[in-house]
Each structure stands twice: as structure tokens, then as C-alpha cells.
């Protein structure tokens, strides 16, 4: 095991991390699938409302690639089909029957072929948990990756890690494996902390690599800079170690693994522990009530998640549910000049003595929006030696050129998130990024 | 708090929704607004969902906070040369000009009849005099500055930025305590609008503003600005005392000339060296440290500028690189100069530790130099910025004959190179990351 070690970055020691000890969520009575967790896709749907479903049914496919089905999570009746503005498939609602069945899968042998494992998994409906750098968006099945990326660990505040959600889940965990390192002439690597758990000991056919420090030495696009970082024209695949292991229990059941463990965490959450829970389930099946607006609960992390309202539902990728205060009627006085020892902060100049405790958090902003002054905070958290300022200078002037040259490619907008969080501007560094990204896309 | 916050709360119905009475001044509103309390949007829903406490104003009352061991000097000093110099005209035989001529804070707390002791100058006596003369100062800095800031964004409809806190109080510490206000009104004026909104305001402006200012003033009104006669401020005719000459140490330096293998400084018996002159005009080395020594209000002391430069690197608000690497490039400059002083005026022949403690190079380089915005971005960019800002501060000094002061012109000519260092920097990266993948 080779270790790394990331200095540069900032851990948010926030309130509200989830107790050791795996419930199981009641089954939800409603769960969705919301084609706006995939981003990049063109939805089009396939069932109606009152179709009956089984777990594993396509409820609808990507226009760009309509192998890549999205299927339903439970079995039941599509109880609403949620349209927006110029008929844009916002969700697809499914009410949940006590009775389950599983649609036909295709199944997956050791000798399958690569292009029999990318139809297998296409049509199971896990391929969009593959995806892929650079761009950080589902895979493209038709590109042969350099190397598969698993990621055994989560710095992000509060997130669950998957070394705890994955106990005794080592078969599973293996399958997964040896169906996606069919996917890659290279390598498979496996990213973990430093004494790794118990779940990622023994693994066949991964080389493990260990990073210690501050987020973000848990993302995927830290561990791509340190162990095998991309030339122009590569791609790799990064899969979540929770995602392999929800392949590998599909490789050996033949069943569309619709159950996955779900942190919940963050100050406002009543009961913060690790759940088991039906994808796509309305929140409150996992919160044990509905929040109010008060609240912010957050599917993901507080640095990468999307805010869901109080009924809305667990969003696809998310392996983490925080719930924190919004905060919109706080305000300190002179809050801006007074020294503040709990409040989230990296500067000095908010608290100048170290040994600071967990903090409250809100959602609040914290001063107003300014035009960029730089006191080295973005620098300070990022470690794949860009240079996160310039790098938005070009994208904001349209140099494509330039912003590819800077090192656009190594990151998406979890990878500068931490710049997001600490700029005493309040500009939205991953925005810019994104806006890069799409506009390569475009033009490449 | 509550009751404040019930105004606050009140008054923000006048202004925040478009269509309100006051909507169009917004920005001013919510200057005041903000000033109070916190302000109180959230986070959008995708994205980042927490944010870290520090903000712009925060980062700008730090420095502020920093400048304070500064201004307190500048108040103090102020005085203390006043009295000085009065002490010593009326022991040359003038007439003591109190209590014919009082200044307004005097008369204000001392009465009408005000005729302090020369011989036993009280502390007071200075730090009202002090304070007579950078109060006005700093109202006018502030006052101009911060109402063309604010009608600026009025007209973009943006919230006023913070900058303006710390470049108010960098102009009123930069310029001599004799200045007329007019021509300070003058040169904040000037700063604001064609040194900073002209490029787009605070973030984007090329020059530090303060130093605009500054330069603006000098090659303006060289007359308030430069020579012996403004550095000490009286209540006479324009602020200073009527015919008195109190150089700083730089001009003393200056004008040190080599003659055969003496230094012969005007009006002063002959020396061997311009340390000599120095000496003999009555300032060493220490008094040009603590900086009780006539010159800008708030440059002279360097003891001032290094606890500014201290806490604002503890607070994380200034980069030690700047700093360190401006003081590296003055020492190094002026062993260069050392070596060939045997051509050149008295300052060239300066040990480089004079150098650190004459002008404005302390308080240039700790707080103008650190300037976030006309500084490079990159960390390697800082290092070589500094080290060129020391080295021009002691070229200008040591061989420009027109005028002894080289920080202002040193930083200005560096905030023009800033993106021109970034852009290397930039392209070594862009370089390493090419020689990476390969």
C-alpha cells in the first residue's frame, strides 16, 4: 500500500456526525427518480402514470444514449409523473408496494466480455453509478478508460464513510471488482484512509492506495492527480467503493440492488446514525419527520449536496443526508469586526487561537458578494497545483485554450468546493468551473 | 439589540424590494445595513451549503486594526515634533507663536489663552495637537472617498465594497500632517475615480490607490509634498510653522555629497560618511526606528510597521512573502549600492539597515506592498514583487538625483509588472504540467 499525504485543504470540523450503528429505514410509502441527478442527460420517458413497475423497470432513458436506462427502485404503481416548462421529465413518482419483484436481469459470468458487461449493466440500470473523469459526468460505455478509480474514503464533513457502511460486505465488494476491472487494459486502484477497514482487506485485483490529511484527500480527482494523473485525451472510470459493491451484489443475484446505507448526519438530523434504505425514498422515511423550511436538508454533503425540501426525496448518488439549520433570520451584530470562536472559519482573522472545537453551522452566506480579492484562500485548499484563480480567469474570458492549459480537466466543481466555502468574496468557484467543463464539451 | 435590529428590520422594507420609495440608493442602505448586522442570505441550493465566517470586511478591518500602532504614532509624533521644532526656533531666539496662534482642537480643550511650556511639553499637549491635525485628515480621506464609492455603486447597483476602509487610512498616513485638506480632498478624488472605479473598482484596479494618491499629490503640489519645510506642522501660514526647516532623514542622507574623500552634507560641518551626516543632523539609527523623526505622519516609525506587519500576518490578512522578500531585496540593493557608492550621493553609501528605517519603506512594504489586489496572485510572484520593490526603493533612493524618496515610485512601477510576474509564474505552471502528463 503506498500512502499519500495532502497538506494542503481544510477539514470543516462541523457538529453532527453520525453515530456508529446501521437501522434500517421503514419502506417509504413514495420514492422518485429525478432525471436532474444525472447531470448532462436528455431524458425521455417510458412509462405512464398508472403503469405498474417492478424493481429494475426502465422508467426512462438518456435521448444521447438510450442504452442508459434509469429504472424504478421499488416495485409499484407510477403514481405521478412530474412534468416541468416545455415538457422537461422532472420526476418520475412510484407508490411503493409491499410485495416486490425484480425485472429479468442479464446475467454476468467470469467470462463475460467487456461489451457484455457494458449491456448487462446498461440495461440493469447501474451504469450511471460509473462515471467518469475528466468532465465527472456517467460514463461514456464506447471509451475504453486508462484505469478504473474506486474510492474507499469520504473527507467531506459529516459524510459517511464507506468503510463502515461496507462492513461485511466483502463478497460483494470483491464481485464488484472483477466486474469492473473488465473494464480497463490498466489498473484498477483503490483509494482508502490510512488503516484501511476491515471491508477493503484482501481485495483481489486492486492496488490500494492510502491518503491521509484535510479534505479533499477523499475525492476522486485528488486521487487521480497523485496516483495516475490524466494526459490530454485520457479518461479514466471512478466509481464510489458503495457503488462497486452494489454491482458486485447485482453480478451475484441477478437482482437490481435498490437497498443501499445512508448516513444521516448534521446538527438539525433527530436521529444521526447509518441507515439502510430503499433508493429514491421521500426523506422523511430516513429523518423520521418532515423539516421544515428552518431547516436545509442537504443529499450529499454540506460541499457538494443538493438541497431537498422537507418531503422531497434521497437523491441518487447520495450516500450522505444533511440536515442543518438555514439560518435566514440570524444575524450578529457587528458579527463582521467581533472575534467569533464558533464560527466556521480557516482565517486567523475570524479566530486567531488554534485548538477550535466542532461548530454550529448555517446555511447563511456570511457578508455579501465582492468582486475577487485574493488572500491566498483558494491556494490553501487546493492541492492539485492549479491555480484555482486563474484558472476561473480564463473560463470567465471564454480561453478555453488557456483554462485546459491551467488544468481544467483535473477538476469538477466537488474538487474546488473548499475554494467555494472559504472565499472571503463569496464568488461560486465550481460554477465557473462547470461553465468550463460544458464549454469544452461543446467545443471539443 | 433587539431594538436595533426592530429598525433595521423597519427600514429595510424602504429600500430592499424593487418598486420600494428608496430602492434606487440601495447600495447605501445596505452599507449601513450590513454594517450592523450579518447580513442574511443563504446559500443557493446546489453547491457549497455552508460558508466560512470571514468576508471582505472582515479581511479590511483587519488591516485597519493592523494601521492602528501606526496612526497612533502618526498622532503622537505629530505633536512631539511640533513642540520639538518650536522649542528649538524660540531657543534660536523667535517668538513662540502661542498663544497668538492656537489650532481648534487646542483652543477647544485647553481655552483661548493656550500657551504650553516649551521646556516641558506635556503628553497631552501632543496628542491634542496630534489629533488637531489628523483628525481633519482622516475626515477628509474618509469622507470624500467613501461618498464617491458609494455613489459609484449606486450607479452599477452593486454593495459598496470594503476596500475604500483600508485606502482611507493608508492616504491619511501617507501624506505630511501640514497637508492643505483641499488638495487631499483632491487626491482621494483623484484615487477613487481614476485610480479604482475608472478599471472597475475594488478588485480590479492596476495601482494600490493609496499610492496614487500619494504620487498624485507629490508631482501635483510638490511644494505640500516635498522639501524641507512641510514635514513638521504648526498652526501658521499653510499648516507648518512659518520658516522653519525640518528635513527628513533621507534629504539629510541625500545630500550628503562626496567631496574629495569627504562627505560634505549643506550647512553642516564635514563628515566621513553619510551615517555621519546623519548623526550630526541628529538622527540615528534607533530614532529613525521608533520614528520620532519628521516625515509623513504615519511612515516615520518602523517599530509601528512592524507590529502592523506582524499582527497582520498572525491575523492571515498580508502575505509574509511580500514583506520578507522586500526586505531581502533593500538589503541586497543596498550592498550593491555600498560597493559602488564611491560614484554616487550620500545614500548609496548608506549601510542597508538605514535603508529599512528611513522614508516610507517600512510602512510602504507592509501595508501598501501586501495590497492584495495590485500585488501578483502567486505565491512565487510575491517573493520576486518584494524582492524587486526593496531593490528599486534603494536604486530610486541611491541614484535618481531629483528626489530622495524611491518606495512610492518602487511600489507603482511593480503594481504595473504585478500581472507580468503572474503571467510567468503562471506559464511555469502550465510548463510543470506539461512536463507531468507527459
Given at each position: 500500500?503506498?500512502?499519500?499525504?495532502?497538506?494542503?485543504?481544510?477539514?470543516?470540523?462541523?457538529?453532527?456526525?453520525?453515530?456508529?450503528?446501521?437501522?434500517d429505514?421503514?419502506?417509504?410509502?413514495?420514492?422518485?427518480?429525478?432525471?436532474s441527478?444525472?447531470?448532462?442527460?436528455?431524458?425521455?420517458?417510458?412509462?405512464?402514470?398508472?403503469?405498474?413497475?417492478?424493481?429494475?423497470?426502465?422508467?426512462?432513458?438518456?435521448?444521447?444514449?438510450?442504452?442508459?436506462?434509469?429504472?424504478?427502485?421499488?416495485?409499484?404503481?407510477?403514481?405521478?409523473?412530474?412534468?416541468?416548462?416545455?415538457?422537461?421529465?422532472?420526476?418520475?413518482?412510484?407508490?411503493?408496494?409491499?410485495?416486490?419483484?425484480?425485472?429479468?436481469?442479464?446475467?454476468?459470468?467470469?467470462?463475460s466480455?467487456?461489451?457484455?458487461?457494458?449491456?448487462?449493466?446498461?440495461?440493469?440500470?447501474?451504469?450511471?453509478?460509473?462515471?467518469?473523469?475528466?468532465?465527472?459526468?456517467?460514463?461514456?460505455?464506447?471509451?475504453?478508460?486508462?484505469?478504473?478509480?474506486?474510492?474507499?474514503?469520504?473527507?467531506?464533513p459529516?459524510?459517511?464513510?464507506?468503510?463502515?457502511?461496507?462492513?461485511?460486505?466483502?463478497?460483494?465488494?470483491?464481485?464488484?471488482?472483477?466486474?469492473?476491472?473488465?473494464?480497463?487494459?490498466?489498473?484498477?486502484?483503490?483509494?482508502?484512509?490510512?488503516?484501511?477497514?476491515?471491508?477493503?482487506?484482501?481485495?483481489?485485483?486492486?492496488?490500494?492506495h492510502?491518503?491521509?490529511g484535510?479534505h479533499?484527500?477523499?475525492?476522486?480527482?485528488?486521487?487521480?492527480?497523485?496516483?495516475?494523473?490524466?494526459?490530454?485525451?485520457?479518461?479514466?472510470?471512478?466509481?464510489?467503493?458503495?457503488?462497486?459493491?452494489r454491482?458486485?451484489?447485482?453480478?451475484?443475484?441477478?437482482?437490481?440492488?435498490?437497498?443501499?446505507?445512508?448516513?444521516?448526519?448534521?446538527?438539525?438530523?433527530?436521529?444521526?446514525?447509518?441507515?439502510?434504505?430503499?433508493?429514491?425514498?421521500?426523506?422523511?422515511?430516513?429523518?423520521?419527520?418532515?423539516?421544515?423550511?428552518?431547516?436545509?436538508?442537504?443529499?450529499?454533503?454540506?460541499?457538494?449536496?443538493?438541497?431537498?425540501?422537507?418531503?422531497?426525496?434521497?437523491?441518487?448518488?447520495?450516500?450522505?443526508?444533511?440536515?442543518i439549520?438555514?439560518?435566514?433570520h440570524?444575524?450578529?451584530?457587528?458579527?463582521?469586526?467581533?472575534?467569533q470562536?464558533?464560527?466556521?472559519?480557516?482565517?486567523?482573522?475570524?479566530?486567531?487561537?488554534?485548538?477550535?472545537?466542532?461548530?454550529?453551522?448555517?446555511?447563511?452566506?456570511?457578508?455579501?458578494?465582492?468582486?475577487?480579492?485574493?488572500?491566498g484562500?483558494?491556494?490553501?485548499?487546493?492541492?492539485?497545483?492549479?491555480?484555482?484563480?486563474?484558472?476561473?480567469?480564463?473560463?470567465?474570458?471564454?480561453?478555453?485554450?488557456?483554462?485546459?492549459?491551467?488544468?481544467?480537466?483535473?477538476?469538477?466543481?466537488?474538487?474546488?468546493?473548499?475554494?467555494?466555502?472559504?472565499?472571503?468574496?463569496?464568488?461560486?468557484?465550481?460554477?465557473?468551473?462547470?461553465?468550463?467543463?460544458?464549454?469544452?464539451?461543446?467545443?471539443? | 439589540?433587539?431594538?436595533?435590529?426592530?429598525?433595521?428590520?423597519?427600514?429595510?422594507?424602504?429600500?430592499?424590494?424593487?418598486?420600494?420609495?428608496?430602492?434606487?440608493v440601495?447600495?447605501?442602505?445596505?452599507?449601513?445595513?450590513?454594517?450592523?448586522?450579518?447580513?442574511?442570505?443563504?446559500?443557493?441550493?446546489?453547491?457549497?451549503?455552508v460558508?466560512?465566517?470571514?468576508?471582505?470586511?472582515?479581511t479590511?478591518?483587519?488591516?485597519?486594526?493592523?494601521?492602528?500602532?501606526?496612526?497612533?504614532?502618526?498622532?503622537?509624533?505629530?505633536?512631539?515634533?511640533?513642540?520639538?521644532?518650536?522649542?528649538?526656533?524660540?531657543?534660536?531666539?523667535?517668538?513662540n507663536?502661542?498663544?497668538?496662534?492656537?489650532g481648534?482642537?487646542?483652543?477647544?480643550?485647553?481655552?483661548?489663552?493656550?500657551?504650553?511650556?516649551?521646556?516641558?511639553?506635556?503628553?497631552?499637549?501632543?496628542?491634542?495637537?496630534?489629533?488637531?491635525?489628523?483628525?481633519?485628515?482622516?475626515?477628509?480621506?474618509?469622507?470624500?472617498?467613501?461618498?464617491?464609492?458609494?455613489?459609484?455603486?449606486?450607479?452599477?447597483?452593486?454593495?459598496?465594497?470594503?476596500?475604500?476602509l483600508?485606502?482611507?487610512?493608508?492616504?491619511?498616513l501617507v501624506?505630511?500632517?501640514?497637508?492643505?485638506?483641499?488638495?487631499?480632498?483632491?487626491?482621494?478624488?483623484?484615487?477613487?475615480?481614476?485610480?479604482?472605479?475608472?478599471?472597475?473598482?475594488?478588485?480590479?484596479?492596476?495601482?494600490?490607490?493609496?499610492?496614487?494618491?500619494?504620487?498624485?499629490?507629490?508631482?501635483?503640489?510638490?511644494?505640500?509634498?516635498?522639501?524641507?519645510?512641510?514635514?513638521?506642522?504648526?498652526?501658521?501660514?499653510?499648516?507648518?510653522?512659518?520658516?522653519?526647516?525640518?528635513?527628513?532623514?533621507?534629504?539629510?542622507?541625500?545630500?550628503?555629497?562626496?567631496?574629495?574623500?569627504?562627505?560634505?552634507?549643506?550647512?553642516?560641518?564635514?563628515?566621513?560618511?553619510?551615517?555621519?551626516?546623519?548623526?550630526?543632523?541628529?538622527?540615528?539609527?534607533?530614532?529613525?526606528?521608533?520614528?520620532?523623526?519628521?516625515?509623513?505622519?504615519?511612515?516615520?516609525?518602523?517599530?509601528?510597521?512592524?507590529?502592523?506587519?506582524?499582527?497582520?500576518?498572525?491575523?492571515?490578512?498580508?502575505?509574509?512573502?511580500?514583506?520578507?522578500?522586500?526586505?531581502?531585496?533593500l538589503?541586497?540593493?543596498?550592498?550593491?549600492?555600498?560597493?559602488?557608492?564611491?560614484?554616487?550621493?550620500?545614500?548609496?553609501?548608506?549601510?542597508?539597515?538605514?535603508?529599512?528605517?528611513m522614508?516610507?519603506?517600512?510602512?510602504?512594504?507592509?501595508?501598501?506592498?501586501?495590497?492584495?489586489?495590485?500585488?501578483?496572485?502567486?505565491?512565487?510572484g510575491?517573493?520576486?514583487y518584494?524582492?524587486?520593490?526593496g531593490?528599486?526603493?534603494?536604486?530610486?533612493?541611491?541614484?535618481?538625483?531629483?528626489?530622495?524618496?524611491?518606495?512610492?515610485l518602487?511600489?507603482?512601477?511593480?503594481?504595473?509588472?504585478?500581472?507580468t510576474?503572474?503571467?510567468?509564474?503562471?506559464?511555469?505552471?502550465i510548463?510543470?504540467?506539461?512536463?507531468?502528463?507527459?
Amino acid at each position: 500500500m503506498i500512502t499519500h499525504k495532502i497538506t494542503k485543504g481544510f477539514d470543516l470540523r462541523i457538529k453532527g456526525a453520525p453515530a456508529r450503528e446501521i437501522a434500517d429505514a421503514p419502506e417509504p410509502a413514495v420514492v422518485a427518480v429525478r432525471p436532474s441527478d444525472f447531470p448532462g442527460i436528455k431524458p425521455k420517458i417510458r412509462v405512464q402514470e398508472g403503469d405498474t413497475v417492478r424493481t429494475g423497470d426502465p422508467l426512462f432513458y438518456d435521448k444521447n444514449r438510450p442504452e442508459c436506462v434509469f429504472v424504478a427502485p421499488a416495485t409499484g404503481v407510477v403514481s405521478r409523473v412530474v412534468l416541468g416548462p416545455r415538457r422537461l421529465l422532472l420526476a418520475v413518482e412510484i407508490a411503493v408496494d409491499k410485495n416486490e419483484e425484480f425485472a429479468e436481469s442479464t446475467p454476468i459470468h467470469a467470462s463475460s466480455s467487456r461489451d457484455e458487461i457494458v449491456a448487462a449493466l446498461l440495461g440493469a440500470g447501474l451504469w450511471p453509478l460509473i462515471r467518469q473523469r475528466p468532465v465527472g459526468k456517467i460514463a461514456d460505455p464506447a471509451v475504453h478508460p486508462v484505469a478504473v478509480f474506486i474510492n474507499g474514503m469520504d473527507t467531506a464533513p459529516l459524510a459517511a464513510d464507506p468503510g463502515f457502511a461496507l462492513e461485511g460486505r466483502g463478497a460483494d465488494l470483491q464481485a464488484g471488482v472483477d466486474v469492473v476491472r473488465r473494464m480497463t487494459q490498466g489498473k484498477v486502484y483503490l483509494a482508502v484512509r490510512p488503516g484501511s477497514a476491515p471491508a477493503f482487506q484482501g481485495l483481489n485485483g486492486v492496488e490500494v492506495h492510502a491518503f491521509d490529511g484535510p479534505h479533499p484527500a477523499g475525492l476522486v480527482g485528488t486521487h487521480i492527480h497523485a496516483i495516475r494523473p490524466l494526459k490530454m485525451g485520457e479518461t479514466v472510470y471512478a466509481l464510489r467503493a458503495e457503488d462497486v459493491a452494489r454491482i458486485g451484489a447485482y453480478a451475484r443475484t441477478g437482482r437490481y440492488p435498490a437497498q443501499r446505507v445512508v448516513a444521516v448526519s448534521g446538527e438539525q438530523a433527530m436521529a444521526r446514525r447509518y441507515v439502510r434504505v430503499r433508493d429514491g425514498a421521500r426523506l422523511d422515511a430516513l429523518l423520521g419527520k418532515v423539516h421544515g423550511a428552518e431547516d436545509r436538508v442537504i443529499c450529499g454533503s454540506v460541499l457538494d449536496g443538493k438541497a431537498e425540501p422537507g418531503d422531497g426525496f434521497l437523491g441518487y448518488y447520495a450516500t450522505t443526508v444533511t440536515v442543518i439549520a438555514e439560518g435566514a433570520h440570524d444575524r450578529e451584530l457587528f458579527g463582521w469586526g467581533l472575534p467569533q470562536p464558533k464560527r466556521l472559519s480557516m482565517f486567523r482573522a475570524v479566530w486567531p487561537f488554534p485548538g477550535r472545537s466542532e461548530v454550529s453551522v448555517d446555511a447563511r452566506m456570511n457578508g455579501g458578494p465582492r468582486p475577487p480579492v485574493n488572500i491566498g484562500a483558494y491556494e490553501a485548499v487546493t492541492p492539485l497545483g492549479i491555480l484555482p484563480s486563474f484558472l476561473m480567469r480564463a473560463i470567465q474570458a471564454n480561453d478555453l485554450d488557456e483554462a485546459l492549459q491551467l488544468g481544467l480537466l483535473e477538476v469538477t466543481e466537488e474538487d474546488v468546493a473548499l475554494c467555494t466555502v472559504v472565499d472571503p468574496c463569496k464568488n461560486d468557484v465550481g460554477a465557473v468551473i462547470r461553465k468550463g467543463l460544458d464549454l469544452y464539451e461543446r467545443e471539443s | 439589540m433587539r431594538f436595533l435590529r426592530n429598525i433595521v428590520d423597519n427600514t429595510r422594507k424602504l429600500y430592499a424590494e424593487p418598486g420600494s420609495k428608496f430602492h434606487k440608493v440601495w447600495p447605501a442602505f445596505d452599507a449601513l445595513e450590513t454594517f450592523l448586522f450579518t447580513p442574511h442570505h443563504t446559500a443557493p441550493k446546489s453547491g457549497p451549503h455552508v460558508r466560512d465566517y470571514m468576508d471582505l470586511k472582515r479581511t479590511m478591518s483587519m488591516v485597519i486594526i493592523a494601521m492602528v500602532p501606526c496612526l497612533l504614532m502618526a498622532i503622537f509624533n505629530t505633536g512631539y515634533q511640533h513642540f520639538a521644532a518650536l522649542a528649538q526656533m524660540v531657543g534660536d531666539g523667535a517668538t513662540n507663536p502661542y498663544p497668538a496662534q492656537i489650532g481648534w482642537l487646542q483652543g477647544l480643550v485647553f481655552g483661548g489663552e493656550y500657551a504650553p511650556d516649551l521646556a516641558a511639553i506635556s503628553f497631552a499637549d501632543q496628542v491634542v495637537f496630534g489629533l488637531q491635525q489628523m483628525l481633519p485628515i482622516l475626515i477628509v480621506s474618509y469622507g470624500v472617498g467613501l461618498t464617491i464609492e458609494v455613489v459609484f455603486s449606486i450607479w452599477r447597483s452593486e454593495e459598496v465594497s470594503e476596500g475604500y476602509l483600508v485606502s482611507g487610512m493608508l492616504i491619511a498616513l501617507v501624506v505630511p500632517a501640514s497637508i492643505p485638506l483641499w488638495q487631499l480632498a483632491l487626491a482621494c478624488a483623484f484615487t477613487v475615480v481614476l485610480a479604482k472605479e475608472i478599471f472597475g473598482g475594488t478588485g480590479t484596479n492596476i495601482f494600490n490607490p493609496a499610492m496614487m494618491a500619494r504620487a498624485f499629490l507629490f508631482f501635483a503640489y510638490a511644494a505640500q509634498m516635498s522639501g524641507d519645510r512641510v514635514w513638521v506642522a504648526g498652526n501658521g501660514t499653510r499648516d507648518t510653522i512659518d520658516g522653519y526647516s525640518g528635513p527628513t532623514a533621507l534629504s539629510v542622507a541625500a545630500n550628503a555629497k562626496l567631496s574629495g574623500n569627504h562627505f560634505e552634507s549643506e550647512g553642516l560641518p564635514l563628515v566621513e560618511s553619510s551615517v555621519d551626516a546623519l548623526t550630526q543632523a541628529g538622527f540615528t539609527w534607533w530614532d529613525l526606528f521608533t520614528g520620532l523623526v519628521p516625515g509623513s505622519a504615519g511612515e516615520t516609525s518602523t517599530l509601528a510597521a512592524l507590529i502592523g506587519a506582524v499582527l497582520m500576518i498572525a491575523l492571515g490578512v498580508a502575505s509574509w512573502r511580500t514583506i520578507v522578500g522586500g526586505v531581502a531585496g533593500l538589503f541586497a540593493m543596498g550592498l550593491v549600492m555600498n560597493l559602488t557608492a564611491g560614484s554616487l550621493d550620500g545614500l548609496g553609501g548608506l549601510p542597508p539597515h538605514y535603508h529599512l528605517v528611513m522614508g516610507g519603506f517600512a510602512f510602504g512594504i507592509v501595508f501598501m506592498a501586501t495590497d492584495p489586489v495590485s500585488s501578483p496572485e502567486t505565491n512565487a510572484g510575491k517573493w520576486v514583487y518584494g524582492l524587486l520593490i526593496g531593490a528599486v526603493t534603494v536604486l530610486v533612493r541611491a541614484v535618481n538625483p531629483a528626489y530622495p524618496e524611491g518606495m512610492m515610485l518602487a511600489v507603482l512601477l511593480l503594481n504595473a509588472f504585478a500581472p507580468t510576474i503572474d503571467h510567468f509564474v503562471v506559464q511555469s505552471n502550465i510548463k510543470r504540467r506539461k512536463v507531468r502528463l507527459g
